[in-house]
């Protein structure tokens, strides 16, 4: 299996703040990662694909970048709508998810 | 509009057996991969297994290999997840997912079905 691990687990941040979220993978995947957010009780969304496209109808300040094992989620402007749990998944073979990073409003 | 339709929550008992369902609309049926994934209280998302149902092509996560079984009825377009002896340790959420054709993230999702398995 390819293991994902997020850095951090858990972020607290301010309205407007820029956030990055990492996600390293255990082994080369490429450009195969996608990027999804969380609210309580709801299902996931997915944000991002292929590491850095964007998902239809996803707000621009939400970007993704890496190739490899190395990817960051980018957030440029806080919304309080954005706080929320994100995973990492890559889509290189059987998916795997990360565990995820919980952000917090500060 | 594209939209996957999951069952209604279930309470169950350990060693019942469960099916669940998910019902696809607003999009070619047959064309994308269907999946489910688990997310257990407060944890994170696990992958179990995914169907094609143009010709129930279907692959599990080593996971979950017999452990549950993934089944279709495309003349209803509806996704089955099924367990044939409940543990207390199948309490999640489950949803069902649609797999983007480009590659294998998931661009639609379930509501999600909790099941609560408990004596």
């Known amino acids: 299996d390819i293991q994902m691990t997020q850095s951090p687990s858990s972020v607290s941040a301010s309205v407007g703040d820029r956030v990055t979220i990492t996600c390293r993978a255990s082994?080369?995947?490429?450009?195969?990662l996608a990027w999804y957010q969380q609210k309580p009780g709801k299902a996931p969304k997915l944000l991002i694909y292929?590491?850095?496209s964007l998902q239809s109808g996803v707000p621009s300040r939400f970007s993704g970048s890496g190739s490899g094992t190395d990817f960051t989620l980018t957030i440029s402007s806080l919304q309080p709508e954005d706080f929320a749990t994100y995973y990492c998944?890559?889509?290189?073979?059987?998916?795997?998810f990360g565990q995820g990073t919980r952000l917090e409003i500060q | 509009e594209v939209q996957l339709v999951q069952s209604g929550a279930e309470v169950k008992k350990p060693g019942e057996s469960l099916k669940i369902s998910c019902k696809g609309s607003?999009?070619?049926?047959?064309?994308?991969?269907i999946g489910w994934v688990r997310q257990m209280p407060g944890k994170g998302l696990e992958w179990m297994g995914i169907?094609?149902?143009?010709?129930?092509?279907?692959r599990y996560s080593p996971s979950f290999q017999g452990q549950v079984t993934i089944s279709v009825d495309k003349s209803i377009s509806t996704a089955y997840l099924q367990w044939s002896s409940l543990k207390a340790s199948d309490t999640a959420m489950y949803y069902c997912?649609?797999?983007?054709?480009?590659?294998?993230?998931?661009?639609?999702w379930g509501q999600g079905i909790l099941v609560t398995v408990s004596s």
């Open positions: 169907i094609y149902p143009g010709d129930s092509d279907t």
């Open positions: 998944q890559q889509t290189n073979r059987f998916p795997t």
């Open positions: 082994q080369d995947i490429s450009i195969w």
């Open positions: 607003g999009y070619s049926f047959t064309s994308y991969w």
């Open positions: 997912v649609r797999q983007s054709i480009a590659a294998q993230y998931f661009d639609y």
């Open positions: 292929s590491a850095s």
